[in-house]
């Protein structure tokens, strides 16, 4: 497999949080984030344009990797804050019953400090400033979930769903799990970001797969596609243009928990949603945005809170996304 490992340091010096809280208050940085920290270098920088992806080890300790796999059943528990379409709980159920039901939360970071500290975890904010500019925001966050039986998502490019207008979207995939073959790690295929085109998608119906539509009449097979396994507390970097997919976890038992943030340049004008009032084309601009480096062109816009924290449909309970009515 085509990865990087990177050497791991510590370092007791307080780090420089460039996070501006909008959604969620201010707060003093918690000791987790001063916890480790990895080298980024220029080889890191020339793989990941070449490739579309990089792997770098050891980039969250043990201790952040716990931290979020805690919060992640504090979530599913509804302890944070409303989840559109969570499962009910039952008074008998463990912590891993409880997170087994679902496949993916959206949005975590809008019910959770801990979720949206880590928007600008250290190394997120090294390579992203290294790959994308010295301005940066993040627009959504995820956290699969996906244990045993649980499908995976079939081949897509995330700029098909967050378009940016200059390329400039990037995911951070935090594992924490160690991501193997068997329980459904992400697989890539390496260049595929390069030529910058947006392949058609369509519905599927094949079980392997969440309802999520799926990328086709690419100029790849499944022959040019590597799988990209990751040890628990590896950030697993990926291009916007990059054709990705999961397959379903097929470990007997356990999960294949993971938080991935999305980012792009924070000088890009981000016409993800549809406007309530019409409004040219040319102007849309997603401001539900949080800024994890640099500074913010259209901070006199302000920031507005559209997303909400929901689940993701996993085929076996139908593949109905929840509303706000749920
Ligand atoms: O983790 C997965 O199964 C899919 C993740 C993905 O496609 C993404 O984060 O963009
Ligand atoms: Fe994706």
Redesign the pocket.
């Known amino acids: 497999m085509l990865a990087q490992s990177t050497e791991r340091e510590k370092t007791a010096a307080t780090p420089t949080r460039t996070l501006t809280p909008q959604a969620m208050p201010l707060r003093t940085p918690t000791p987790m984030h001063q916890a480790s920290s990895v080298t980024i270098t220029d080889a890191h920088a020339d793989f990941y344009r070449e490739n579309g992806y990089l792997v770098v080890e050891n980039a969250l300790s043990p201790y952040e990797v716990d931290a979020l796999r805690q919060e992640m059943v504090r979530i599913c528990r509804g302890q944070l804050g409303h989840v559109r379409g969570l499962p009910p709980i039952l008074a008998e159920d463990t912590d891993d019953d409880v997170i087994h039901r679902t496949l993916c939360v959206h949005f975590p970071h809008k019910i959770s400090e801990v979720m949206y500290d880590f928007l600008a975890q250290r190394t997120l904010v090294d390579v992203l400033t290294r790959v994308i500019g010295p301005n940066v925001k993040c627009m959504q966050s995820?956290l699969?979930i996906?244990s045993s039986g649980k499908p995976?998502?079939a081949w897509?490019q995330?700029e098909g769903f967050i378009p940016t207008r200059d390329r400039s979207l990037n995911?951070g995939?935090m594992a924490l799990d160690d991501a193997t073959i068997e329980n459904?790690c992400?697989w890539v295929i390496p260049g595929s970001h390069k030529r910058g085109i947006i392949w058609p998608h369509h519905q599927h119906d094949d079980e392997r797969f969440d309802c999520v539509v799926e990328s086709f009449q690419f100029p790849y097979t499944d022959a040019d596609a590597v799988p990209v396994e990751v040890k628990a507390g590896g950030i697993v970097f990926?291009n916007g243009y990059l054709l990705?997919?999961?397959l379903p976890n097929r470990a007997p038992n356990g999960f294949r928990r993971?938080l991935?943030n999305?980012y792009c340049s924070a000088e890009t004008l981000l016409p993800w949603q549809l406007p309530e009032k019409p409004a040219p084309v040319g102007t849309l601009d997603h401001r539900d945005i949080v800024m994890i480096a640099g500074e913010d062109p259209y901070a006199y816009k302000g920031i507005e809170d559209k997303m909400h924290s929901h689940i993701r449909p996993n085929r076996e309970g139908g593949c109905r996304w929840p509303t706000k009515d749920d």
């Open positions: 995820m699969f996906k995976g998502q897509h995330d995911a995939w459904g992400l990926f990705h997919r999961s993971s991935v999305h």
